[in-house]
């Protein structure tokens, strides 16, 4: 390629077109101009980073790119067309605008290189208003992703140019994309060469033998460990077992511990075990000692142990029937690795969890270091001895996006975000520095992660701070990476599938070593490639925690200082309200139900509040290791700003904050002033003693809407309204899984939660009490409801801790009909007789009306009608006519299936009415209609199903087999505990949460700690 190209493509990589000047010719080569970089990829271009989903956000109006002006930001990498929802469903035209100093003589080309198609979209090209071509584009490899990560199917379409399609002056190009679906782009070239460059192949063959010469010329050896995949697609789902199925494992049987000369490809098995577990090995800073997670065949628990590099003195460090994985060593002499001896379960799957665990060398002295709800993952330490690692949360906020880098130090004190917590749609993952510089090499794992962290190499440069998306920089060109190690800047160590590869800072890659057929025949992959090398210790922080201590302090220097404050006066916010994210003890699929519908997935315990002073600051204690987030609330108790991620503090820990969601980078002001907060001792946190800590719905809440709401909102007329007021109902009445006053709040959005969204840091009064039309209706302006204090509240405080259904996860998994396991729905009654029936009279007397999104009825207890059970949108229109409303188990000739169809001489609701003529329609005249008596069978039906599997609010209610079994396992409840003993499971749940407390160890138990 000419030297002048070269030049041009590393400019454009870096970010800008090829030429600065307003008006550009032709060069040497022949090349008018490039956007982008002939490489296979479409990673340098816009929108690379948030992916097509930023699309209508980001390129709201026409894609217009000025050659010599525009960055490669302004051009997308993706371009969509007519079948794209997601970009407007239309055709789309992108605009290139340049500028001639003369007319080429020479004949010109335009080649436009695409990264990969969806399907074969047709491309219209003109120049200067005239068209010149019309074609269909190659398709691709038919990958559906839109990933730009993703290895694609490179292809080129070459243009041969009318001679009077160009002009001295301004030119324009425009490429309309139509009739189909979106394609990549590579690049764009004007020139007068008609043949497309040579695409680089990701794959060479001699970069090894330049880097051991080179960044890795210290390297002799390196240890991996090949391992046999569990089935699970999740990355943290490869240790333990599934909740509703015990003897089910997440984990397979295979594994092997290899040392590998890079110089003579000499291949040593330090440990084999054909039905064991072997997993994250770690080299000692001498360079002569193997720490690594096994699982010894025939056994069930991962646990830590050491080897010498050459195999000998197996020695197991940690045990008990718990897992022991992912560890590390600190510069102190310990170890931190994450374990599942915290007792919980994924919020939002089958498994259970693992977080941040540290002990001494020889295995003892185990210490938490977390309270995550959720996974820990790949701790390591960081040059200035502080642990970088993976944090996966979801506070009112989306299960499956929130999932970045943090840091701590290695007794768990200062747990900050890294990077990444305001992007969502990346794990980032198996993170480790890399040498002389201050950046570290990642796995970019895709949107909620892929299995056994499968991702992009990616380095982040944390000098931007922790929410520069453009400080990650993407290495590899595919998304099926994992464990990389880096050497240098330009030099990486990673493992994929059954290879190891090396990599430089292009993405160009060369495969050093592959699994032998047998190993491949046992469907062993590799992990975790780490070179066999002695390295420097980091600095040793000294330990901040005070084991005698149960508590520590927080010290917030101005509430009103932050992004996203506008608009809040100073002295608006008088106390903060503290609340917990709490546990879960099992779980049994990926959605919520019945914890909340689309909403929270965790119960929140309300700890009370604490003040804050006239200048905005406060100064309070907190209790240690739990997972802690906060409300600001007014004078009025209503919310202003919400938390959406959780704080920890450490026995003992003092942490400190600038404002409320500040920006990391930001340092407290330097007034002189001293915080009116340190004037006083640290506040204690002051207990709501009137209100439940933990609400319940239909213990907590419905009574209140019983005595203000339903008398309207009910199934009957009143003096002071109804039936269905508003077309609310808000009576207590149990559908096929929720209340229909629950179901009725939620879908009508009469709470402001954080729903299960990709989105953090709304605006002041966006969440919570303060935007919740509930409490506007009983203000005393609506139809004179007026609450009394201690009514409104309860509703204000239920709505601040999640807005649950449940207060209990003993809810989890019974007592509905048509939920899930394992996404699947279950228990939908498609085998009763009077499902059967039922289902014919609504096809047959109701669907001829009854076919239009917003007016589309249920055949069943259990239909869904293709509505998402995990994240529905509230904007659906077939939420109103669910099943979750309009069947009711609790008193079945109050079903809307049959008393808006039933005519009102009858005692029904006569609302059915012919859609095209608008005239009511009588479906039902009376109830001996054989349709009318079959929808009450199968209502009557349902209702006696629950009052075998009882819920949780129904007297005699039985939790699950599966929860009683943790709940023994985790040594609440006596072993001798059957599921059918009588049990409060509110008060065994909240010993489960207490047993999780810290507690000072005997011999560092003050006075203080026992109070």
Request: with cysteine; proline share 8%.
């Amino acid at each position: 390629m000419p030297c002048v190209l070269l030049v041009a493509i590393s400019l454009l990589f870096a970010g800008h077109s090829a030429f600065g000047a307003d008006a550009c010719g032709l060069s040497d080569d022949g090349t008018l101009f490039w956007i982008g970089k002939p490489d296979g990829s479409a990673m340098e271009f816009g929108l690379a980073k948030e992916t097509w989903r930023g699309y209508q956000k980001k390129y709201s109006n026409p894609v217009i790119f000025n050659v010599g002006k525009d960055t490669l930001d302004a051009w997308p990498y993706i371009h969509p067309s007519n079948s794209d929802g997601w970009a407007g469903s239309r055709a789309h035209t992108f605009t290139i605008r340049f500028a001639l100093t003369a007319v080429p003589a020479d004949a010109m080309h335009l080649i436009i290189g695409q990264a990969e198609a969806f399907s074969a979209s047709t491309l219209d090209v003109s120049f200067n208003g005239k068209q010149i071509a019309s074609r269909k584009v190659p398709r691709g490899s038919g990958s559906g992703s839109g990933d730009p990560t993703l290895l694609g199917q490179p292809e080129a379409m070459v243009f041969a140019l009318p001679p009077d399609a160009l002009r001295a002056g301004p030119n324009e190009i425009q490429l309309k994309l139509r009739d189909s679906s979106w394609i990549m782009y590579d690049y764009i070239y004007v020139g007068t060469n008609p043949q497309p460059p040579k695409t680089p192949n990701s794959i060479a063959e001699e970069l090894l033998p330049d880097f051991l010469q080179g960044p890795m010329r210290d390297v002799d050896e390196v240890i991996f460990a090949a391992r046999a995949l569990g089935g699970d697609g999740h990355w943290y789902a490869n240790f333990g077992n599934y909740g509703p199925e015990p003897e089910r494992k997440a984990y397979a049987e295979g594994a092997k511990l290899y040392r590998l000369n890079l110089r003579t490809g000499n291949l040593i098995t330090l440990l084999a075990d054909e039905k064991g577990g072997i997993r994250d090995p770690q080299v000692h800073y001498d360079g002569k000692t193997i720490l690594f997670s096994y699982r010894p065949g025939g056994t069930e628990h991962y646990n830590l142990y050491v080897m010498n590099s050459d195999g000998t003195g197996l020695r197991q460090l940690t045990s008990g029937p718990f897992d022991d994985i992912e560890p590390t060593y600190m510069p102190d002499g310990g170890i931190v690795f994450v374990s599942s001896r915290c007792n919980r379960y994924v919020n939002c799957w089958l498994t259970q969890v693992a977080v941040l665990y540290r002990c001494d060398a020889d295995g003892s002295n185990i210490q938490a270091l977390s309270s995550n709800n959720e996974h820990d993952n790949t701790p390591w330490p960081l040059p200035d001895g502080r642990i970088l690692y993976t944090r996966w949360e979801y506070v009112d906020r989306s299960q499956v996006d929130f999932h970045h880098l943090w840091s701590a130090n290695p007794d768990g004190t200062m747990q900050q975000i890294w990077y990444g917590n305001m992007h969502p749609t990346i794990t980032m993952i198996d993170a480790k520095p890399i040498p002389n510089s201050h950046k570290v090499v990642a796995s970019f794992s895709p949107g909620h992660g892929q299995r056994e962290h499968d991702g992009v190499i990616t380095v982040v440069d944390p000098r931007g701070g922790p929410d520069a998306k453009n400080f990650a920089q993407s290495i590899s060109r595919r998304a099926n990476y994992r464990d990389p190690w880096a050497f240098s800047e330009e030099c990486f160590l990673a493992a994929s599938g059954d290879t190891v590869v090396v990599m430089n800072e292009r993405g160009i890659e060369q495969q050093i070593f592959q699994l032998s057929e047998e190993d491949r025949a046992a469907r062993l992959e590799c992990h975790e490639p780490r070179p066999l090398v002695p390295r420097a210790r980091e600095p040793i922080i000294q330990p901040r925690v005070q084991p005698d201590l149960n508590v520590g302090y927080m010290l917030l220097a101005d509430v009103n200082h932050g992004r996203r404050m506008d608009g809040v006066q100073h002295g608006e916010i008088k106390k903060l309200l503290v609340l917990e994210s709490l546990p879960m003890p099992i779980h049994f699929t990926g959605g919520m139900e019945p914890i909340s519908y689309g909403g929270t997935f965790t119960l929140e315990r309300i700890l009370g509040t604490v003040p804050v002073e006239e200048d905005g600051s406060a100064h309070f204690e907190v209790p240690a290791l739990r997972s802690l987030f906060f409300v600001a609330l007014d004078e009025n108790d209503l919310s202003v700003k919400r938390m959406q991620s959780f704080t920890t503090a450490m026995p003992g820990e003092r942490l400190s904050c600038v404002g409320c969601h500040e920006h990391r980078t930001e340092t407290p002001k330097t007034d002189g002033k001293h915080l009116f907060a340190l004037r006083k001792p640290p506040q204690k946190i002051e207990p709501i003693r009137d209100v439940p800590d933990v609400f319940d719905f239909p213990r907590d809440v419905q009574p209140v809407l019983n005595a203000l709401c339903t008398d309207c909102h009910g199934y009957e007329k009143t003096a002071r309204g109804g039936p269905a007021a508003g077309k609310l109902l808000l009576t207590g009445d149990r559908g096929p899984i929720f209340s229909q006053s629950y179901y009725t709040i939620t879908i009508n959005r009469l709470v402001a939660d954080g729903r299960n969204m990709a989105k953090s840091n709304y605006e002041p009064r966006a969440l919570g009490s303060s935007n919740s039309k509930l409490l506007s209706y009983i203000d005393g302006s609506h139809h004179g409801v007026k609450a009394t204090a201690h009514e409104v509240k309860l509703l204000r405080l239920w709505i601040e801790s999640g807005a649950a259904y449940p207060g209990t996860y003993a809810a989890l998994g019974c007592g509905m009909i048509g939920n899930y396991i394992e996404n699947v729905q279950v228990n939908t009654g498609a085998d009763w007789p009077e499902t059967k029936v039922a289902s014919s009279v609504v096809k047959n007397r109701c669907f001829d009306c009854h076919n239009a999104p917003s007016r589309l009825l249920p055949l069943d207890l259990a239909d869904e009608r293709d509505v998402s059970f995990w994240r529905p949108s509230m904007d659906d229109p077939r939420l109103k006519t669910s099943r979750h409303i309009v069947w009711n188990l609790s008193r079945p000739e109050k079903s809307l299936m049959l008393l808006a169809p039933l005519a009102e001489s009858a005692g029904g609701f006569g609302l059915c009415y012919d859609p095209k003529t608008q005239q009511p329609v009588t479906v039902f005249a009376d109830k001996n209609d054989p349709g009318y008596k079959a929808l009450l069978a199968l209502a009557t039906t349902g209702k006696e199903y629950l009052s075998k599997d009882k819920r949780f609010d129904m007297p005699g209610f039985q939790p699950r087999v599966d929860w009683v079994r943790e709940m023994k396992r985790y040594g609440i409840l006596p072993d001798c505990t059957t599921p059918d003993d009588p049990m409060n499971v509110y008060a065994v749940e909240q010993t489960y949460w207490k047993s999780l407390w810290y507690r000072p160890p005997p011999d560092h138990a003050s006075s203080e700690a026992r109070k």
